[in-house]
């Protein structure tokens, strides 16, 4: 079968044959539809981020699949089930408590593998196997789009965090502001759009001119772009209004510290990105009054499991149709694979096609 990789020492993704995998006991066969392109992907490729297998010269990219079973083998599965997988797996060194009792997501570094990203084949491969309780079943009308079913899921379980914060009295969020414009950042603006919650003001702060797709996006959803080279993350609540609730998925670190001056009373911010090391200085006084005389919180959130993964096939459905077909701008077969990693102003996402139902 063909997959596509990258190999150590490299710094492009290439097309590879591997042998056609076996499914273990446990496990299903899955032929796969289509694997998304994100961030992620990119740092990996790039090196700075995730790790190859053990002992392998290269690792299979791709980590978010939507695909369907060919052969179920002897789970509860059934030929023709379209199924995404989950990504985290139990380390090379074997499972631990976060395993065993249901929550690979909330694994601290070290104790997991993440399929496509670090210690783990991915599913850019014309066949993939897995267990049966990392496989979650989707309708076959999501099959086309199935490939965005992992990245909802990052926010469903960023914003179970998030609202868990703040159990403990009446909240209710009328202001909400996504940092960042990429795909996740415009999927969870769609998302607190058509969210039960409502929120009356929704913003998006990203550093493009006009005209651009992602703006149009925004606009449309009824949200208000922010560029941050004019309006930077602090000034916000002088400029807008102070936020109940911000969702970080730009990976500088500068915005974690500013989000807590962006903050309403009792405000949460989620934080999604992976920054690299930087150091700078910060008004620790006032960060740390802020939090305190203003019962604010910040969450991080990393990764998701099952109970996202089916929740955002809900979510999925309310999502408006235009914004799907706007969101995704190209879906590329396996010989046209190298589009897919295009990184320019008119790319936002982008898949892989392997097969079709």
Request: aromatic residues 8%; glycine residues 8%; hydrophobic residues 35%.
């Amino acid at each position: 079968m063909k997959a596509i990789v990258v190999k150590r020492g490299e710094d492009k993704p290439v097309v590879i044959d591997k042998p056609r995998p076996e499914p273990e006991s446990g496990e299903a066969l899955v032929r796969t539809l289509r694997v998304g392109v994100d961030g992620t992907d990119h740092e990996v490729i790039a090196g700075g981020h995730g790790g190859f297998p053990e002992g392998e010269d290269h690792l299979v990219l791709g980590h978010e699949a939507v695909g369907v079973v060919v052969d179920p083998n002897d789970t509860e599965l059934e030929e023709g089930d379209v199924v995404v997988p989950t990504v985290r797996r139990p380390p090379a060194s074997g499972t631990n408590e976060y395993f065993e009792r249901g929550d690979p997501d909330m694994a601290p570094d070290g104790m997991y593998a993440e399929r496509g990203i670090v210690g783990e084949h991915g599913f850019m491969s014309d066949f993939f196997t897995s267990p049966e309780k990392y496989l979650v079943r989707i309708p076959r009308s999501q099959a086309e789009l199935g490939f965005l079913i992992e990245p909802i899921s990052i926010t469903e379980k960023a914003r179970e965090l998030a609202y868990a914060s703040r159990s403990t009295f009446d909240w209710d969020p009328t202001s909400a502001l996504v940092l960042g414009n990429g795909s996740l950042g415009l999927l969870t603006l769609a998302m607190l759009k058509t969210d039960d919650k409502a929120y009356d003001n929704l913003y998006c702060l990203g550093r493009r001119d006009r005209p651009d797709p992602t703006i149009d996006i925004i606009e449309e959803l009824g949200g208000t772009y922010v560029d941050s080279r004019k309006t930077p993350v602090e000034d916000i609540p002088d400029t807008y209004e102070q936020m109940d609730f911000i969702y970080e998925a730009t990976g500088f670190p500068k915005h974690a510290i500013q989000s807590v001056q962006a903050l309403a009373p009792n405000g949460v911010g989620a934080l999604l990105g992976v920054p690299s090391d930087w150091a700078f200085e910060v008004d620790a006084g006032a960060f740390h009054r802020e939090m305190v005389l203003h019962n604010k919180a910040l969450v991080g959130s990393v990764n998701s499991h099952v109970k996202h993964f089916e929740a955002a096939t809900v979510t999925f459905t309310k999502l408006p149709r235009w914004f799907l077909r706007d969101l995704v701008t190209g879906i590329y077969p396996l010989s046209e694979f190298e589009e897919a990693f295009d990184d320019d102003d008119t790319t936002i996402k982008t898949a892989i096609e392997f097969s079709t139902v």
